[in-house]
Structures are given as structure tokens and as C-alpha cells.
């Protein structure tokens, strides 16, 4: 089977969102052919270089969603500038008007966008026209038009300019040479189309399966629009009201499209597909599959027991990256209150990258303050471990040196998130067998499913009951970190999510089959060219019994063979 893998601003690049679980997922499909198709965010990325890949990625394509559009800038003539008013006043108004009756709006983004995207193959491009005069004064009348909301009426020149030039970027995918034409078949050659987001990375896919029937399956461990929501809160955004509601919209129509068209939709977790079924995705085509993470690296750890690692019975370990959705400021207050009933505790904050700004700048540089404040009278040597009561480390460091190291470093794992995806930390303290207490974000009722203790975010005072409940009682810890352990084990590996994808392949291409035709040197058509994706073994599979199998070579469709033809022809 060849794949063509869809992805945005991650594999196979070095660095980028998406990149470990694509790259397992490759290679542990190796009895498949890949063909990446990837969208680069940044110079920066490109620069980084790409990811070592398997031998069964056959071909990689890349096209930037930065800078100026590359490609010579064609201008239209009067049928064809007709024709973009048309099809993008559709998608423009679709965007400026919510709702719609029985999903008209949702039709008219669909229409406008296709239209966009044959117009792009029979005239070269859009990328002139997307930033052309034309283009602004359409989604001016758009934004002006007769239900649209009061962010969309209030929009300036410079909005209309900056969502148009947002637009440019995000439709560049139509615009490309990846759906065949010439000795080169791009994605009309691929028998799946596997995307990655349903947002611009489905794009490409939503062509291929319109003009070639290819099915699309789209996979979201973190869903594009929530993403794009809290990419940046709106009181650090420098981008006006009407530009970001614009967008907004726009990407909740772009994920609309991608989930009515694919063919099934794999979420990482509850969480996610929750989002996706209030953007329109049917239940009955939703599937999850969680991530798989490699529990290798925390064998050593997990199977040690709680004992592991030198952990200490009176430390609380808390391991990510210091952000203001991880919301270590309500830990600091809640390991305030631990403090008063347990005075010998400790707290090791364990970074695994940098948050926000340099080290000592910040959303970090608020914390060590705050641990400062709360603890003065041994704030000295707030960055030795054994000095304060409070340490902030990172991976790396010698008394951390590995991701393993840092969640066996204590007995109590702590998540204090009030914004949380797929828990990924979570996981890997549940694969070290240690006992979690963590608050009620995201999908962590879903991963932790029992084997911890969980409690509301932004409440102190509940996440330091919860820690002292665990520090007072061993054998609960124990038996919590054992439970914890087995759960992730059975649910989040690696190798559960590739032998979920494999058998989704197979039952795509069972649904779909290969309507491609394969012609031999001199062009004729060659049948049974291409095996069934499941075959029984047997003798009767064998090269010679095929080889004895007549060909029909005259006109019109081979004649039917008398039933005790085919019998005595397959003894």
C-alpha cells in the first residue's frame, strides 16, 4: 500500500509538533510505502534539517507556509477573476456568517474552496489573486454582509489586509504541483491519504479524495482549532478582534470540511473528540486511538517499585515545562499548605525545555519568586536540592540527567495544569509506577482512569490534601504506582498505536480499493498487477498456478468462464 502522509509544521522535519509518533508510526509499518507530503511554519524549521528516515519513505515534498509564495505571479483575465470573486465571496461569507440553516454556510465554505482549488489547477495558482485589491474588497463585502457578527463589521483596511494575507498562506496547499499531471503522479499515485491535523494539513488530502476517490484519514492528538484558540490568549495578542475572529472561523470551517469528508477520524483521546464532534464530526466515524509512547526508557524505573532511583518518601516531584497553563503558582500555594502539616517535605520542579522567554525571565522567573516569597527564611540557595524546600532543575542536570531520573526522583508525582491535551507527562510518571496527583484538565481522567488521585484545578487547598494523603500512606502509593503502571502499559505504547493503524489501513483499503490502473513498458494495462492488501496462504497463491491463469486479449471485457472451467483449471 503507499501512503501519502499529510503533516503540518512537524515530520519529518528535525523539530516540530508530531514528529515522534509519525516516525514510529513509519517505521513500524515497514511492510507499507510513505510518501511525505509536508508543510514547513518557519525558516527556522527548514534550517533545522530533517529527521534520519526509513527506507520505506520512498519520497518526501515540502512547501513553505511562510514568507512570499514562490512560483511566478500569474495575473487573470476577466472569466477568471469572475470566477475567484465568485468562489472565494463564498468562502469569505461562509466565514463572516456563523451558522446557517441546515449546514448551508457549511456547503457554501465547501463550495467556494473547491471552486478555489480548481481555479488554482487550471490557471497555475491563487497566490496573486489571494493578495490582490479583489481579494480585500470581497472580504470587506463578506464582513458587511447581513448576519455577520459585530467583530466582522468592525474590521479595518488593516484587518481585512491581514486576514487576507492569512488566507494566502493557509490555501497555498491548493495552489501546489502534488496532485499529478506529467510522469509525476504526486498524491493521485497513494492509496490513503493520512493527515496529521484537520486544519491546513488536510488539504491536500481533501483534493485527493475529491479528484481521485482516495480515502482520507485524519488523525488529531491535539485539535487544531483548540490549538488555535489558545495558541495565544487574547490579552497577548497583538493581532486586532476582528482578525482573530476571522481566523477562528475560518479554522472551524476548514476542521468542519475535514471530518465531513475523511473517511474515519482518529482521536488521541476523549477529550479531543469531543471537540471534533462540536465541530460537526459524525460519532459513528470517530475512532480513538492513543498515543503510543515508548515505556523502554522507563523500565528501569517503573520495575524498581517505588524504591527506585533513590526516591524519597517526603518529595513531590513536578515535571514539565514551566508555562502559565501548567499553573505552578497554585502549587507553590498548595505545597505552602503541605508544608505546615509536614515540615520535612520538599518540592523539586524538574523543567524538560524552557517555557516561555529565557531562563531567568518569565513565567519561570515568577515561580522562583513566588517559592522566594512563601519561603524566605530559606530562600538562600534556592537552586541546590537539600537547601530549600523548593528547587527548580531540569533534565540534564546532574542530579537529573535523564527524563527517568527526574519522575524517580520522588514518591508523588503532581500535574497542576488548568489547560492540558493528552497528559503526556502523566503517562510517563504512570509508566515509572509512581502514585499521581493531578487536576481535572483535559484528558486526564481518561488516562489516569482511576490509578490516581485527581482533583479540581486552580484549588490549592484540595491539591494539598490529596498530596498529603498520598505522603502519609505508603502502601496506598504503592499500590496506586503498581495500578498506574499496568494501565499504561495495556493502553499507551507504541506498539498498541501501530497495530491500531495497521488494521485501520487494511480496513480503509477493504472499504476503498485501489481504482488505479497499472500498464506495463509498452502501456498496455496489466491485470491482477497489484496483490490484495490480505491474501490466505496457500498453493493456490503460488507465481507458477498464476502464471497459468489465460489472459483475455481481444476487445471488450473478458468472457465469463463455464463454472466447471474454473474448476478443473484450479485443480
Same mark, same amino acid.
Given at each position: 500500500?503507499?501512503?501519502?502522509?499529510?503533516?503540518?509544521?512537524?515530520?519529518?522535519?528535525?523539530?516540530?509538533?508530531?514528529?515522534?509518533?509519525?516516525?514510529?508510526?513509519?517505521?513500524?509499518?515497514?511492510?507499507?510505502?510513505?510518501?511525505?507530503?509536508?508543510?514547513?511554519?518557519?525558516?527556522?524549521?527548514?534550517?533545522?534539517?530533517?529527521?534520519?528516515?526509513?527506507?520505506?519513505?520512498?519520497?518526501?515534498?515540502?512547501?513553505?507556509?511562510?514568507?512570499?509564495?514562490?512560483?511566478?505571479?500569474?495575473?487573470?483575465?476577466?472569466?477568471?477573476?469572475?470566477?475567484?470573486?465568485?468562489?472565494?465571496?463564498?468562502?469569505?461569507?461562509?466565514?463572516?456568517?456563523?451558522?446557517?440553516?441546515? +449546514?448551508?454556510?457549511?456547503?457554501?465554505?465547501?463550495?467556494?474552496?473547491?471552486?478555489?482549488?480548481?481555479?488554482?489547477?487550471?490557471? +497555475?495558482?491563487?497566490?496573486?489573486?489571494?493578495?490582490?485589491?479583489?481579494?480585500?474588497?470581497?472580504?470587506?463585502?463578506?464582513?458587511?454582509?447581513?448576519?455577520?457578527?459585530?467583530?466582522?463589521?468592525?474590521?479595518?483596511?488593516?484587518?481585512?489586509?491581514?486576514?487576507?494575507?492569512?488566507?494566502?498562506?493557509?490555501?497555498?496547499?491548493?495552489?501546489?504541483?502534488?496532485?499529478?499531471?506529467?510522469?509525476?503522479?504526486?498524491?493521485?499515485?497513494?492509496?490513503?491519504?493520512?493527515?496529521?491535523?484537520?486544519?491546513?494539513?488536510?488539504?491536500?488530502?481533501?483534493?485527493?479524495?475529491?479528484?481521485? +476517490?482516495?480515502?482520507?484519514?485524519?488523525?488529531?492528538?491535539?485539535?487544531?482549532?483548540?490549538?488555535?484558540?489558545?495558541?495565544?490568549?487574547?490579552?497577548?495578542?497583538?493581532?486586532?478582534?476582528?482578525?482573530?475572529?476571522?481566523?477562528?472561523?475560518?479554522?472551524?470551517?476548514?476542521?468542519?470540511?475535514?471530518?465531513?469528508?475523511?473517511?474515519?477520524?482518529?482521536?488521541?483521546?476523549?477529550?479531543?473528540?469531543?471537540?471534533?464532534?462540536?465541530?460537526?464530526?459524525?460519532?459513528?466515524?470517530?475512532?480513538?486511538?492513543?498515543?503510543?509512547?515508548?515505556?523502554?526508557?522507563?523500565?528501569?524505573?517503573?520495575?524498581?517499585?517505588?524504591?527506585?532511583?533513590?526516591?524519597?518518601?517526603?518529595?513531590?516531584?513536578?515535571?514539565?515545562? /514551566?508555562?502559565?497553563?501548567?499553573?505552578?503558582?497554585?502549587?507553590?500555594?498548595?505545597?505552602?499548605?503541605?508544608?505546615?502539616?509536614?515540615?520535612?517535605?520538599?518540592?523539586?520542579?524538574?523543567?524538560?525545555?524552557?517555557?516561555?522567554?529565557?531562563?531567568?525571565?518569565?513565567?519561570?522567573?515568577?515561580?522562583?519568586?513566588?517559592?522566594?516569597?512563601?519561603?524566605?527564611?530559606? %530562600?538562600?540557595?534556592?537552586?541546590?536540592?537539600?537547601?530549600?524546600?523548593?528547587?527548580?532543575?531540569?533534565?540534564?542536570?546532574?542530579?537529573?540527567?535523564? /527524563? %527517568?531520573?527526574?519522575?524517580?526522583?520522588?514518591?508523588?508525582?503532581?500535574?497542576?495544569?488548568?489547560?492540558?491535551?493528552?497528559?503526556?507527562?502523566?503517562?510517563?510518571?504512570?509508566?515509572?509506577?509512581?502514585?499521581?496527583?493531578?487536576?481535572?484538565?483535559?484528558?486526564?481522567?481518561?488516562?489516569?482512569?482511576?490509578?490516581?488521585?485527581?482533583?479540581?484545578?486552580?484549588?490549592?487547598?484540595?491539591?494539598?490534601?490529596?498530596?498529603?494523603?498520598?505522603?502519609?500512606?505508603?502502601?496506598?502509593?504503592?499500590?496506586?504506582?503498581?495500578?498506574?503502571?499496568?494501565?499504561?502499559?495495556?493502553?499507551?505504547?507504541?506498539?498498541?498505536?501501530?497495530?491500531?493503524?495497521?488494521?485501520?489501513?487494511?480496513?480503509?483499503?477493504?472499504?476503498?480499493?485501489?481504482?488505479?490502473?497499472?500498464?506495463? %513498458?509498452?502501456?498496455?494495462?496489466?491485470?491482477?498487477?497489484?496483490?490484495?492488501?490480505?491474501?490466505?496462504?496457500?498453493?493456490?497463491?503460488?507465481?507458477?498456478?498464476?502464471?497459468?491463469?489465460?489472459?483475455?486479449?481481444?476487445?471488450?471485457?473478458?468472457?465469463?468462464?463455464?463454472?466447471?472451467?474454473?474448476?478443473?483449471? +484450479?485443480?
Amino acid at each position: 500500500m503507499r501512503v501519502g502522509l499529510l503533516t503540518e509544521g512537524g515530520y519529518p522535519y528535525a523539530t516540530g509538533e508530531a514528529l515522534v509518533w509519525c516516525d514510529r508510526l513509519v517505521r513500524g509499518l515497514d511492510q507499507h510505502d510513505f510518501e511525505v507530503y509536508a508543510l514547513s511554519r518557519d525558516a527556522r524549521q527548514e534550517a533545522g534539517g530533517r529527521t534520519e528516515l526509513p527506507g520505506q519513505v520512498r519520497r518526501v515534498r515540502t512547501a513553505p507556509l511562510w514568507g512570499e509564495p514562490a512560483g511566478r505571479r500569474r495575473s487573470y483575465g476577466r472569466r477568471q477573476r469572475r470566477r475567484f470573486a465568485e468562489h472565494f465571496g463564498d468562502l469569505t461569507v461562509a466565514i463572516s456568517v456563523p451558522g446557517g440553516p441546515d +449546514g448551508a454556510q457549511a456547503d457554501r465554505f465547501a463550495s467556494g474552496l473547491h471552486g478555489l482549488a480548481d481555479l488554482a489547477r487550471d490557471t +497555475g495558482g491563487l497566490p496573486a489573486a489571494l493578495r490582490s485589491e479583489e481579494a480585500v474588497r470581497t472580504l470587506e463585502r463578506a464582513c458587511h454582509t447581513p448576519g455577520a457578527p459585530r467583530a466582522a463589521h468592525r474590521a479595518r483596511v488593516a484587518d481585512l489586509l491581514a486576514v487576507t494575507e492569512a488566507l494566502e498562506r493557509a490555501l497555498r496547499p491548493l495552489s501546489l504541483d502534488w496532485y499529478g499531471g506529467g510522469r509525476d503522479p504526486g498524491l493521485s499515485g497513494v492509496d490513503l491519504c493520512h493527515a496529521t491535523s484537520g486544519g491546513v494539513a488536510a488539504l491536500p488530502g481533501l483534493l485527493a479524495e475529491r479528484r481521485f +476517490g482516495t480515502p482520507l484519514l485524519v488523525t488529531e492528538y491535539g485539535v487544531r482549532l483548540r490549538e488555535h484558540y489558545l495558541r495565544r490568549p487574547p490579552g497577548r495578542d497583538e493581532r486586532s478582534g476582528p482578525v482573530r475572529a476571522l481566523l477562528a472561523a475560518f479554522q472551524g470551517r476548514l476542521a468542519a470540511e475535514a471530518y465531513a469528508r475523511a473517511a474515519l477520524i482518529t482521536p488521541g483521546n476523549t477529550h479531543a473528540r469531543r471537540w471534533q464532534e462540536r465541530c460537526g464530526a459524525d460519532p459513528e466515524r470517530l475512532r480513538t486511538v492513543h498515543p503510543g509512547m515508548d515505556a523502554a526508557r522507563f523500565a528501569e524505573v517503573g520495575e524498581g517499585g517505588a524504591a527506585a532511583g533513590g526516591a524519597d518518601d517526603r518529595t513531590l516531584v513536578w515535571v514539565g515545562r /514551566l508555562e502559565p497553563a501548567k499553573d505552578v503558582v497554585a502549587l507553590l500555594h498548595a505545597f505552602a499548605e503541605v508544608r505546615r502539616w509536614r515540615p520535612d517535605t520538599r518540592l523539586r520542579v524538574i523543567e524538560t525545555r524552557p517555557g516561555d522567554g529565557p531562563s531567568g525571565g518569565g513565567y519561570p522567573a515568577h515561580c522562583r519568586g513566588l517559592a522566594a516569597h512563601l519561603f524566605p527564611d530559606e %530562600a538562600a540557595n534556592a537552586h541546590t536540592p537539600g537547601d530549600n524546600p523548593v528547587s527548580f532543575e531540569r533534565v540534564g542536570d546532574p542530579e537529573v540527567p535523564t /527524563l %527517568a531520573d527526574a519522575y524517580a526522583a520522588g514518591s508523588v508525582v503532581v500535574l497542576s495544569s488548568v489547560v492540558e491535551g493528552f497528559p503526556v507527562g502523566l503517562v510517563e510518571a504512570m509508566f515509572c509506577g509512581r502514585a499521581t496527583v493531578s487536576t481535572d484538565a483535559g484528558a486526564v481522567c481518561e488516562a489516569i482512569g482511576g490509578t490516581g488521585l485527581v482533583v479540581p484545578p486552580r484549588n490549592p487547598r484540595a491539591l494539598a490534601d490529596a498530596c498529603l494523603a498520598l505522603l502519609r500512606d505508603p502502601e496506598r502509593r504503592a499500590r496506586l504506582g503498581a495500578a498506574a503502571r499496568a494501565r499504561a502499559l495495556e493502553l499507551f505504547t507504541a506498539e498498541q498505536n501501530v497495530v491500531a493503524f495497521r488494521g485501520i489501513y487494511l480496513e480503509l483499503m477493504s472499504h476503498c480499493p485501489v481504482r488505479r490502473e497499472e500498464v506495463g %513498458a509498452d502501456g498496455a494495462p496489466l491485470p491482477f498487477a497489484r496483490p490484495a492488501e490480505a491474501r490466505v496462504p496457500g498453493r493456490w497463491t503460488a507465481g507458477r498456478h498464476l502464471a497459468r491463469t489465460p489472459r483475455w486479449a481481444g476487445p471488450g471485457p473478458a468472457p465469463r468462464q463455464p463454472l466447471a472451467a474454473l474448476s478443473e483449471e +484450479g485443480a
